[in-house]
């Protein structure tokens, strides 16, 4: 079968003005929640796009670990090529594929830092082992090999077997501040529904609908 033929009907739900919450905060939470209870995997994986200082795009997927009327946090090394590109540009955007449930959360907004101590709560909540991983890996470098790598993790894991690590200072979180959030899903035959909530100057959403 041809690419370009490969299609199906979108059937597993609807999302009318009536299902529209005051906050997209209080939808996206019941959202990630039907996500959850749904069992699909990584329900809280999200696509984080980013654009360098040449104006070239760039995506990954990270973990959400927070979500509250803030925003949306996610943490990384500061090193990495996402990092880098925000303390260029800390415009992004972030995508939550909830495919299974023919959903879609669309998020644009700005990034900000989150404190010291908000990274010390976080990082400490970790397995000793993920923990380890961060000083391990000079995230987005090149390295020469794998083994190389695990050898690195190896060294840390016998130098830190009884001691606690201290919080690094080249990893942190970032929360993505929204200003635009669409909640999209799918319907039969392509007519979908998408609403997109946009804050206004005085810090409220107002929503509209979206043609499909």
Same mark, same amino acid.
């Given at each position: ?16 003005? =009536?299902?529209?919450?005051?906050? +997209?905060?209080? #939808? ?12 699909? +995997?990584?329900?809280?994986? #999200? ?15 990270? $973990? $959400?670990? /927070?979500?509250?009327? @803030? ?8 090193? =990495?090529? @996402? ?7 800390? @415009?992004?955007?972030?995508?939550? !594929? ?28 970790? !397995? ?11 995230? =987005? @470098? ?7 790598? $695990? ?41 979908? /529904? ?7 100057? /005085? ?6 609908? $979206? #043609? +499909?």
């Amino acid at each position: 079968m041809a690419i370009s033929d490969m299609r199906r009907q979108y059937s597993k739900g609807s999302l009318s003005e =009536s299902d529209i919450t005051s906050s +997209p905060f209080i #939808m996206f939470d019941k959202w990630l929640k039907d996500a959850i209870d749904a069992g699909i +995997p990584d329900p809280t994986a #999200m696509t984080v796009a980013t654009v360098d200082a040449n104006g070239q795009p760039s995506q990954r997927i990270v $973990l $959400l670990k /927070d979500v509250s009327e @803030k925003g949306f946090v996610f943490f990384t090394n500061l090193g =990495s090529r @996402k990092a880098q590109e925000l303390a260029v540009n800390p @415009k992004v955007s972030c995508h939550f !594929p909830w495919f299974f449930m023919e959903r879609q959360v669309r998020v644009c907004g700005s990034v900000e830092k989150l404190s010291v101590s908000e990274n010390a709560a976080y990082f400490f909540s970790r !397995p000793k082992d993920s923990q380890l991983a961060a000083y391990a890996s000079k995230q =987005s @470098k090149p390295i020469g090999s794998r083994e190389l790598l $695990l050898t690195q993790f190896k060294q840390l894991k016998d130098k830190f077997a009884n001691k606690e690590l201290p919080v690094p200072d080249f990893w942190g979180g970032f929360r993505i501040v929204p200003h635009q959030i669409e909640f999209w899903q799918g319907g039969e035959d392509r007519l979908h /529904d998408r609403f997109e909530y946009n804050k206004t100057e /005085d810090g409220a959403w107002v929503t509209q609908r $979206l #043609m +499909p």
